[in-house]
């Protein structure tokens, strides 16, 4: 396990996958490091590619006001990071082979921030974190217990902007979630 700066360090200069040829800039992640919450995307789009940063383009302005309705902040009291850190190209599904070749590096955030709650955003984050046979559309908003982290997944932003038919449940799930954040005494 690396600390921070060499973990940063290590990440910016991959040459793990073949994403790294095609990357304007590895998305480490972002947020408070000591924070009890940890969002999980898929992976950097263009924008995200573009600016360093995760969740920057319209699905990332989603996201932060959906982190608003549960007094959430990206810079302020949880951490957003991504499966894989570089984008693939024209937005593609992250390969199961560029996943394990990033996993390290989640693994290794994970380690260093310690959170107690841990959310997927979308199927992919929710089969490689939770289940691989894991099916978002009947198991979002579900809690399990891993190693004393608590997970969830809820919808993807993404999905949220083509189909807003999903964002009631998803409501419910982000209320779910500040339940939670409540019963094992999370930090906001
Ligand atoms: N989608 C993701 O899964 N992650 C990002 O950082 C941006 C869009």
Redesign the pocket.
């Known amino acids: 396990m690396q600390n921070w700066e060499a973990l940063k360090q290590t990440c910016h200069s991959c040459t793990r996958c073949g994403l790294c040829e095609t990357r304007h800039n590895v998305?480490f992640g972002i947020g408070n490091e000591e924070a009890d919450i940890l969002f999980v995307?898929?992976?950097?789009?263009e924008q995200?590619d573009l600016q360093g940063e995760?969740?920057v383009?319209p699905?990332?302005k989603l996201l932060d006001d959906m982190l608003s309705i549960i007094d959430l902040d990206r810079k302020c009291n949880c951490y957003i990071a991504?499966i894989v850190k570089c984008r693939p190209p024209r937005n593609r599904d992250p390969l199961e082979t560029e996943q394990d070749a990033c996993i390290g590096y989640l693994r290794n955030q994970v380690a260093l921030i310690r959170p107690k709650i841990i959310v997927c955003?979308?199927r992919i984050a929710a089969k490689r974190l939770i289940d691989p046979d894991y099916r978002i559309t009947r198991q979002h908003g579900q809690w399990v217990e891993r190693n004393g982290i608590w997970i969830t997944a809820i919808y993807?932003p993404?999905a949220l902007l083509r189909d807003v038919s999903k964002r009631p449940e998803t409501f419910e799930d982000l209320l779910s979630l500040r339940e939670k954040m409540q019963e094992i005494g999370a930090k906001v």
């Open positions: 998305v995307g898929e992976g950097p789009g995200e995760p969740f383009g699905a990332g991504n955003l979308g993807h993404s």
